[in-house]
Antibody, heavy 124, light 108 residues
């Protein structure tokens, strides 16, 4: 059973960079069938897709955040990463890492595996 | 970018009722539309994929329909565990996806 686990600081100061790690277990991160993704949720608000990273390192970002986002992957560590620069209080949210099927031997289009989410607060 | 307009934003209903949520896309997304349920403090859970296909293990009281720009999600015979927030999500523009704003379903 695939498991994803977010980790990283729960508190980040304004203007600094938010950095999170997602560790993948119970399945391969080296799959052509999946995009690894970050999705966030401001408390009391809806879901916001941040971006995808493919195991080869290709990325696709939400246009509204692309200037501040960097996603990467380290297949040897079974981890992928999120960096969000120049954070403000508006970036306070629960951040989820997840797996999205992009084709091949899975049902395309849905997010079926999620981490439990980690709350990151932006405050001085 | 393709926008999804989900309505209503909140809804009150009683046990046993049937409820319908709509999701309208700003342009044709074929049937590339999914529905999720999210309970407080939990990650979302995929219920319906490709507009009308029930995810394995999801009760048959949940259903979805639609194609193009207009989609509906229905729960027939509300159970206590169904009171949650529901989101639509499209993937017609890979490699990007978008979620609707969500519908909070509350007990009347």
């Amino acid at each position: 059973q695939l498991q994803l686990q977010e980790s990283g600081p729960g508190l980040v100061k304004p203007s600094q960079t938010l950095s999170l790690t997602c560790t993948v277990s119970g399945g391969s991160i080296n799959s052509v069938s999946y995009f690894w993704t970050w999705i966030r949720q401001v408390p009391g608000k809806g879901l916001e897709w941040l971006g995808f990273v493919f195991y080869r390192g290709n990325t696709s970002y939400n246009p509204s955040l692309k200037d501040r986002l960097t996603m990467s992957v380290d297949t040897s560590k079974h981890q992928f990463y999120l960096k969000l620069a120049s954070v403000t209080a508006a970036d306070t949210a629960v951040y989820y890492c997840a797996r999205f099927c992009s084709g091949g031997n899975c049902l395309v289009g849905g997010v079926r595996s999620w981490g439990q989410g980690t709350l990151v607060s932006v405050s001085s | 970018d393709i926008q999804l307009t989900q309505s209503p934003s909140s809804l009150s209903a009683s046990l046993g009722d049937s409820v319908t949520i709509t999701c309208q896309a700003s342009q044709d997304i074929r049937n590339y539309l999914n529905w999720y349920q999210q309970k407080p403090g939990k990650a979302p859970n995929l219920l319906i994929y490709d507009s009308s296909n029930l995810e394995t293990g999801v009760p048959s009281r949940f259903s979805g329909s639609g194609s193009g720009t207009d989609f509906t999600f229905t729960i027939s015979g509300l159970q206590p565990e169904d009171f949650a927030t529901y989101y639509c999500q499209h993937y017609d523009n890979l490699p990007s996806i978008t979620f609707g704003q969500g519908t909070r379903l509350e007990i009347k």
